[in-house]
């Protein structure tokens, strides 16, 4: 029912014309990354291919988040070298010809404007929509197709979590991103908009052809949305491969991940 629910919603919304993202590829080649004598990150190598969804487990701590950060250009590695479509974006990243976009765990959303400005912040930063009339009518649709109808104009401390997490992919989205970036989508979400937020994950990737990266806890999810998982464990990928590869795997690192949440 949740599935064709939220796949109606996807087809018929203007957002979906709206989004146009073009399929990108990126290469992380070989990072390495120490916070004082913390190294997080040794000589990490992850390709993802055009138009994929890849899922990262790996556990609190191991810099999931630092290597998503990486990616959007928040971090630069101490060595190594990120490619977005075979442009090298370690040092200097061109936001107009990459459009990378980052659900943030904290979902970092602006606390004294309300969820619409939120939502429209890019668009009227870059003037890319002037018709106020056009602009809420995407803002609205985008809030639909996250559950969030009607709460155009409530101020983010008065959302839970979980409706703040939504309005951070919400805005993400209205970047009309080429790669979004989600760090634990569903975190704080109950079990019901987890199913919601892997049919919008499916559902731009579908529709949009945009490539996901996902750092997730949640199994569930991941099994629901992954065209391949990567494990990263001690700084670096241990292992990539499909949903069911991952999950027959005999190596202890891996199994850890599904034990716990499968049974
Ligand atoms: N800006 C920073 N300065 C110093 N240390 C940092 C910084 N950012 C991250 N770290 C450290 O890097 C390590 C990895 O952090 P990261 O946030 O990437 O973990 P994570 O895998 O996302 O964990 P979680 O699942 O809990 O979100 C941690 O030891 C953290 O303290
Ligand atoms: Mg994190």
Known sequence: ???????????????????????????????????????????????????????????????????????????????????????????QFDRAKHKVAMVFQSSALLNSITVKENVALYLKEHRIISDEQKLSSLVSSCLSIVDLEGKEDIMPSNLSGGMKKRVAVARALMMNPDLILF?????????????????????????????????????????????????????KILSIGTFDEMRLSTEPEIRQFFDSSLN
């Open 183 to 235: 760090d634990e989508p569903t975190a704080g979400l109950d079990p019901m908009m987890v199913g919601n937020i892997a049919e919008l994950i499916n559902g731009l990737k579908q529709n949009v052809k945009v490539t996901q990266i996902v750092v997730t806890h949640n199994v569930n999810l991941a099994s629901k949305i992954a065209d391949r998982i990567a494990i990263l464990y001690n700084g």
């Open 1 to 91: 029912m949740e599935t064709n629910r939220q796949h109606r919603k996807l087809d018929n919304n203007n957002i979906i014309s709206y989004l146009s993202g073009k399929p990108v590829s990126i290469v992380v080649s070989n990072i390495s990354k120490s916070f004082g004598s913390n190294q997080v990150l040794r000589n990490l190598t992850l390709e993802v291919n055009s138009s994929e969804t890849l899922v990262i487990l790996g556990k609190s701590g191991s810099g999931k988040s630092v290597l998503l950060k990486h990616i959007i250009g928040l971090i630069s590695p101490d060595t190594g070298s990120i490619y977005i479509n075979g442009d090298n974006v370690t040092q």
